[in-house]
């Protein structure tokens, strides 16, 4: 079992930048590892994903503007967002699962391990 803990969460304006950290208590090169996000009132929705051996996804909705990346040695799991809009605002959780097929298809229903979230909000 591993335990995560987002940070990095804030208030920016539309056009803005955040970088998001999630700290893992286990290896994170033993893990698919991904973001999700939910805002008010809407389902669960991945952003974006990194397999164990390094191979990213990210959603239609933010592709061009997120970029997913992990630090094997700090156990540590990153996400830059940019160019943010207020679509973007939501609670940002970290998630992971020992099978890669999770990563490949950002199904929140495949992954067993969450934190507790981050919160992003972005202003018009």
């Known amino acids: 079992q591993v335990q995560l803990v987002e940070s990095g969460g804030g208030s920016v304006q539309a056009g803005g930048s955040l970088r998001l950290s999630c700290a893992a208590s286990g290896a994170v090169s033993s893990y698919c590892m991904a973001w999700f996000r939910q805002a008010p009132g809407k389902e669960r929705e991945g952003v974006a994903s990194?397999?164990?051996?390094?191979?990213?996804r990210s959603a239609a909705s933010v592709k061009g503007r997120v970029t997913i990346s992990k630090d094997n040695a700090k156990n540590t799991l990153d996400l830059q967002m940019n160019s943010l809009n207020p679509e973007d605002t939501a609670m940002y959780y970290c998630?992971?699962?020992?099978?890669?097929?999770?990563?490949?298809?950002?199904?929140?229903?495949?992954?067993?391990?969450w934190g507790h979230g981050t919160q992003v909000t972005v202003s018009s």
């Open positions: 998630a992971a699962q020992v099978y890669n097929s999770a990563c490949r298809t950002l199904n929140r229903d495949l992954f067993p391990y």
């Open positions: 990194i397999t164990t051996d390094g191979i990213t």
